[in-house]
Structures are given as structure tokens and as C-alpha cells.
């Protein structure tokens, strides 16, 4: 299971961490991403790392700006969003999958329950 949670309500230029606790299933042999989406719009690829937490890779539009890690015991990967804009607003969601990381959305086996990051300008 996938738990995110640390969304909330941030100014423009401002920063947020998101967290996902993943239980039940063993960390190593996954990767995880994190995707965003808001209404009317299709869930968008934000980050992803590796099974070994050795790579990792990002949407253009967050590059530079926010980075995924995972804690020493893998069983929380985070979400470090910096000089957060308004078009960052939207609800994440923390998903893993066997495997090679990747940026496609399909390939993604658990989803984890959004949390809503709303940035105001």
C-alpha cells in the first residue's frame, strides 16, 4: 500500500515536502514515481527513482526544482518541491512498479491516494 501525504497550501516561490510510506511490499524491488493531475487534464509524469535509489529522473518542467529520495530504511520516498509556482497546483500521487523506473504513467501497477498541492500567487 501506498500512503502520500504533505500536501497543502503554499505561496508562489515557496516550498512543500510530500511523502509516500509504502508497506507491503518490498521496497527494493520497486520503483517509485510521483504524478500529478489536475481537473480535466490527464495525470502527468513529475519524478521517479530507481529500485537502488541511484537514479533518478524528472519532468522538464520540475527539473531543477523539486527532487525525489527515499529515506536510508526505503519505506518512504519524498517529494522536495522548491520555488513552487502556481501551475504546480494539482493532486500527487505517489505510484510504484517492478522494474526499471520509467515516466509512463501505464506502467505503474499501485497508486497511492492524491494530496492536493495548491500554490496561490
Known amino acids: 500500500q501506498l500512503q502520500a501525504s504533505g500536501g497543502g497550501l503554499v505561496q508562489a516561490g515557496g516550498s512543500l515536502r510530500l511523502s509516500c510510506a509504502h508497506s507491503?511490499?518490498?521496497?527494493?524491488?520497486?520503483?517509485l514515481g510521483w504524478f500529478r493531475q489536475v481537473p480535466g487534464k490527464e495525470r502527468e509524469f513529475v519524478a521517479t527513482?530507481?529500485?537502488?535509489?541511484?537514479?533518478?529522473y524528472y519532468a522538464d518542467s520540475v527539473k531543477g526544482r523539486f527532487t525525489i529520495s527515499s529515506d536510508n530504511a526505503k519505506t518512504t520516498v519524498y517529494l522536495q518541491m522548491n520555488t513552487l509556482k502556481p501551475e504546480d497546483t494539482a493532486v500527487y500521487y505517489c505510484?510504484?512498479?517492478?522494474?526499471?523506473?520509467?515516466?509512463?504513467?501505464?506502467?505503474?501497477?499501485?497508486w497511492g491516494q492524491g494530496t492536493q498541492v495548491t500554490v496561490s500567487s
Open positions: 527513482i530507481s529500485r537502488s535509489g541511484r537514479m533518478t
Open positions: 505510484a510504484s512498479k517492478t522494474g526499471i523506473a520509467t515516466t509512463r504513467r501505464d506502467n505503474y501497477e499501485y
Open positions: 507491503g511490499l518490498t521496497f527494493s524491488n520497486y520503483a
